[in-house]
């Protein structure tokens, strides 16, 4: 454990010591069981290999300067999941049991929680799919739910310092009437390609156009897409964006700021019109983003520098970290202080 530079994690996974694991059969779910094994036994036939039943949650709990472990927003990742459960025919996971199973994990796994200052997190990995083998298309009729975590540093390596950005139309995340409401594997497997290209073409990340007319902005690749303009906190409204909840938390804070707040499509000739812009999700709170460069039309729109994020993208970062580290007052009552 000495051994871990908490300053210079990656993003990416990193072995604990604990995972946990619960049933759903017979039209119920079993007891949460603790396991210290990397894998998991499935049926060659399970519907989560063959027909797309998979879900998951992103999440972040934080070590506090006072020194205690806060989780942000537990309920809303509980609530979207049952939300992508619902959209691919999945058992649904009650509040309780979530709960129990992430508490569990974050016990169990305490000692990989980075100390405060850092930059870093331990971030947790909520996972349900099918575990029931059919051959025929149909959803199956048994369910695993499992939890596992790992200490994270941020998730751009550029850290809280403008991206570039590559608006592309020529891929679509999903379909107009699909599943990029929910958070499921299928739009993030379709979403690989195009940020594949973008990073080899010199960008952090894509943002796509709606998948209907290809004139409004959707998201980002792995986040919510937002632009300030007149004291004002825009967003895409979209029926095939997620919904983030940082973005919502965003929100929350950009009226305790003083700003007004706009959820509405947003035209892909508006972005010109943004002061600040920015990418935010779990994993980087906000990427503020420096420029985005149009591939079909060739065209590129700068925000400020490329050294220095927003003002205003600053006060909404340092306060959703301080919210989340305990620096800042929690007025909205979003995190769970852990016993």
Known sequence: MENIEWGTLPFGYFKT??????????????E????SSEYINVHMACTGLHYGQEAFEGMKVFRGKDGK?????????AKRLRNSA???????????????????VV????????PYGTGASLYLRPLLFGSGAEVGVKPAEEYMFMVFCGPVGPYFKEGFKPVKIQLVSDYDRTAPQGTGHIKVGGNYAASLRPAFRAKGEGFS???FTDAKEHKYIDEAGP????????????????????????????????RDLGLDVERRPVPVTELETFEEAGACGTAAIISPIGLIHDREADKTISYGSMDEPGPISVKLYNTLKGIQEGEV???????????
């Open 223 to 254: 986040a919510n897409f937002f632009g300030i303009k007149n004291n004002t906190y825009v967003t895409p409204h979209s029926d095939t964006i997620l919904p983030s909840i940082t973005n919502m938390s965003l929100e929350q804070i950009a």
């Open 17 to 30: 010591d604990y995972n946990v694991r619960c049933y759903y059969r017979d039209g119920k779910w079993g």
């Open 329 to 339: 007052e929690d007025k909205h009552g979003w995190n769970y202080v852990f016993e």
């Open 32 to 35: 949460v069981e603790v396991s």
């Open 205 to 207: 990340s894509v943002l």
């Open 107 to 114: 016990k169990l796994n305490e000692k990989y929680i980075p």
């Open 86 to 104: 619902q959209g691919i025919m999945m058992a649904e996971v009650p509040d309780e049991l979530f709960l129990e199973a992430i508490t569990k």
């Open 69 to 77: 472990i806060r989780m942000f927003r537990w309920e809303e990742n």
